[in-house]
């Protein structure tokens, strides 16, 4: 499995969709499937039924995952969503970096 260019706390652009211009928060990555949910986008009514802890049931609005190819990571100079690039750091390990401005990206 190749690796994603986003991950969990990464600040993305939603560049594709119904939610397309909407900025958030990375909340957690689904490898395998190649999705990511992202803090207040994608939001779905999910049904709760009735139990002993919540006689009434009813609804519930969360966020649903949404495709990694409609993100892009928000580069950390200019706020803007840029394409990411991966290179060797000093100590063997890769760094993920802006295209656009060449800076680092946590």
Same mark, same amino acid.
């Given at each position: 499995?190749?690796?994603?260019?986003?991950?969990?706390?990464?600040?993305?652009?939603?560049?594709?969709?119904?939610?397309?211009?909407?900025?958030?928060?990375?909340?957690?990555?689904?490898?395998?499937?190649? /999705?990511? !949910?992202? %803090?207040?986008?994608?939001? =779905?009514?999910?049904?709760? @039924?009735?139990?002993?802890?919540?006689?009434?049931?009813?609804?519930?609005?969360?966020?649903?995952?949404?495709?990694?190819?409609?993100?892009?990571?928000?580069?950390?100079?200019?706020?803007?969503?840029?394409?990411?690039? /991966?290179? !060797?750091? %000093?100590?063997?390990?890769? =760094?993920?970096?802006?295209? @656009?401005?060449?800076?680092?990206?946590?």
């Amino acid at each position: 499995m190749n690796k994603l260019h986003i991950k969990k706390g990464d600040t993305v652009y939603v560049n594709a969709g119904d939610y397309k211009g909407k900025i958030g928060c990375v909340l957690k990555v689904f490898l395998g499937k190649q /999705r990511a !949910l992202v %803090e207040g986008v994608n939001i =779905i009514s999910k049904t709760i @039924k009735p139990s002993a802890k919540n006689p009434q049931g009813g609804f519930e609005k969360k966020e649903a995952s949404i495709h990694i190819s409609n993100l892009n990571v928000l580069d950390p100079k200019t706020g803007k969503p840029v394409r990411i690039g /991966r290179k !060797l750091g %000093e100590r063997g390990m890769l =760094i993920r970096f802006s295209k @656009k401005s060449g800076d680092e990206i946590k």
